[in-house]
């Protein structure tokens, strides 16, 4: 069994249209996170939800809306997409920061 | 703002060599961990230092940690083309509940 699945792993789309990727973990972590991988291989947070509720949201467009239905759910809903958001977008979950995290495989994501 | 700074950002070795990776920062690291990235894949946790002047052993990997909790490397010895990946350092700092990645060592094993 996957710990932190993540699907799709690829999206190819293009410019103004609105995508979902969706992730699950099956660990019983409280809190998940989506973070990006730009091409120098940096990752970024962007949110970060503990027990379904936002607790960190970085300097992100508001084109980029997260939902969380239940704690093992995180889903990041992207509106209006741009030529620079494509990027490799990974979920994570965590049991607290001191433990690590434990990442998805990825979805790659490219607008053209 | 805490940055994470990693040094080399690049390497490339032969098969059998041993090498040593940086991680440096200008706070004080509540704790820290390593991970692995390879390609295609999300990072993988490969170990957790907490107390100061930790050192940490897993199989060919030796982690340790600076007594100022500011600093950490990783030294890998007698590397593999297996080994080849990105590896991450990251932490939370005192006072703070943000998670910091650092910018990565992109490690090349040749057989």
């Known amino acids: 069994d996957t710990a932190v699945s993540q699907t799709p792993k690829y999206l190819v789309t293009q410019m103004g249209n609105d995508k979902s990727i969706k992730c699950e973990q099956n660990l019983g972590h409280d809190t998940m996170y989506w973070y990006k991988q730009d091409s120098k291989k940096f990752l970024k947070i962007m949110f970060s939800y503990n027990n379904k509720e936002l607790i960190i949201n970085e300097t992100v467009p508001n084109r980029f809306s997260p939902k969380s239905p239940d704690k093992a759910h995180l889903n990041l809903h992207i509106n209006s997409l741009e030529l620079g958001d494509s990027a490799v977008y990974f979920c994570?979950?965590?049991?607290?920061?001191?433990?690590?995290?434990?990442f998805g495989s990825g979805t790659r994501l490219t607008v053209v | 703002t805490q940055l994470l700074e990693q040094s080399p950002q690049f390497l490339s070795i032969q098969e059998g060599e041993n090498l040593t990776v940086y991680c440096n920062s200008s706070?004080?690291?509540?704790?820290l961990q390593w991970y692995r990235q390879e390609p295609g894949e999300g990072p993988v946790l490969l170990v957790t230092?907490?107390?100061?002047?930790e050192v940490k052993k897993l199989k060919r990997l030796t982690f340790q940690f600076g007594d100022a909790r500011k600093d950490s490397s990783l030294h890998i010895t007698a590397a593999q083309p297996g080994d080849t990946g990105l590896y991450l350092c990251?932490?939370?700092?005192?006072?703070?509940?943000?998670?910091?990645f650092g910018t990565g060592t992109r490690l090349k094993v040749l057989a």
């Open positions: 706070s004080v690291f509540s704790s």
């Open positions: 994570a979950s965590s049991g607290g920061p001191s433990y690590g995290y434990t």
């Open positions: 990251a932490g939370t700092f005192s006072g703070t509940y943000k998670y910091i």
């Open positions: 230092v907490v107390t100061g002047g």
